[in-house]
Protein backbone atom coordinates (compact mmCIF):
# COMPACT_ATOMS: atom_id res chain seq x y z
CA UNK A 1 0.00 0.00 0.00
CA UNK A 2 1.81 3.39 -0.98
CA UNK A 3 0.09 5.84 1.28
CA UNK A 4 -2.58 5.37 4.10
CA UNK A 5 -4.32 7.90 6.10
CA UNK A 6 -4.35 7.92 9.70
CA UNK A 7 -5.85 9.27 12.97
CA UNK A 8 -5.71 13.13 12.29
CA UNK A 9 -8.15 12.77 9.53
CA UNK A 10 -11.00 11.28 11.97
CA UNK A 11 -13.59 14.21 12.40
CA UNK A 12 -11.90 16.41 9.52
CA UNK A 13 -12.16 15.07 6.83
CA UNK A 14 -11.37 18.20 4.76
CA UNK A 15 -11.56 17.17 0.53
CA UNK A 16 -8.05 18.40 -0.23
CA UNK A 17 -6.66 15.21 -0.74
CA UNK A 18 -9.22 13.95 -2.57
CA UNK A 19 -9.28 17.28 -4.64
CA UNK A 20 -5.52 16.69 -6.14
CA UNK A 21 -5.91 12.51 -6.63
CA UNK A 22 -5.18 11.93 -10.35
CA UNK A 23 -6.80 8.23 -9.75
CA UNK A 24 -9.31 9.46 -7.24
CA UNK A 25 -8.37 6.45 -4.90
CA UNK A 26 -9.63 8.27 -1.93
CA UNK A 27 -13.23 7.20 -0.50
CA UNK A 28 -15.07 8.69 2.52
CA UNK A 29 -14.96 6.04 4.82
CA UNK A 30 -17.21 7.41 6.96
CA UNK A 31 -15.47 8.95 10.02
CA UNK A 32 -12.66 10.08 7.90
CA UNK A 33 -11.39 9.30 4.36
CA UNK A 34 -9.02 6.04 3.31
CA UNK A 35 -6.49 5.56 0.64
CA UNK A 36 -7.44 2.26 -1.63
CA UNK A 37 -4.28 0.30 -1.76
CA UNK A 38 -4.57 -1.24 -4.95
CA UNK A 39 -5.78 2.32 -7.04
CA UNK A 40 -2.88 4.19 -5.39
CA UNK A 41 -0.24 4.99 -7.84
CA UNK A 42 1.96 6.72 -5.56
CA UNK A 43 2.49 9.75 -6.86
CA UNK A 44 2.36 11.35 -3.11
CA UNK A 45 0.20 14.57 -4.20
CA UNK A 46 -2.37 13.89 -1.53
CA UNK A 47 0.37 14.52 1.34
CA UNK A 48 1.29 18.07 0.93
CA UNK A 49 -2.45 18.25 0.37
CA UNK A 50 -3.69 17.60 3.71
CA UNK A 51 -4.43 20.15 6.22
CA UNK A 52 -4.26 18.05 9.18
CA UNK A 53 -0.62 15.92 7.87
CA UNK A 54 -2.45 12.96 8.42
CA UNK A 55 -1.47 10.69 5.01
CA UNK A 56 1.88 8.72 4.68
CA UNK A 57 3.83 6.40 3.35
CA UNK A 58 3.13 3.15 4.25
CA UNK A 59 6.80 2.63 5.42
CA UNK A 60 6.77 6.24 7.34
CA UNK A 61 3.58 5.58 9.54
CA UNK A 62 4.50 7.36 12.60
CA UNK A 63 4.55 5.08 16.35
CA UNK A 64 0.93 4.77 17.16
CA UNK A 65 -0.36 4.80 14.00
CA UNK A 66 0.31 1.76 12.70
CA UNK A 67 -3.56 -0.27 13.20
CA UNK A 68 -4.56 2.78 10.59
CA UNK A 69 -2.48 0.68 7.82
CA UNK A 70 -4.92 -2.70 8.21
CA UNK A 71 -7.57 -0.10 9.08
CA UNK A 72 -7.04 0.86 4.93
CA UNK A 73 -7.40 -2.55 3.93
CA UNK A 74 -9.64 -3.75 5.56
CA UNK A 75 -12.04 -1.43 4.47
CA UNK A 76 -11.66 -2.48 0.93
CA UNK A 77 -11.68 -6.25 1.44
CA UNK A 78 -8.45 -6.83 1.57
Known sequence: MPHIITS???GTKDQACTEVC???C???AGEMFLIHPDEC???GACVPACPVSAIFPEED???G???YIE???AFFGL
Open 8 to 10: PCI
Open 22 to 24: PVE
Open 26 to 28: IYD
Open 41 to 43: IDC
Open 61 to 63: TPA
Open 65 to 67: EES
Open 71 to 73: KNR
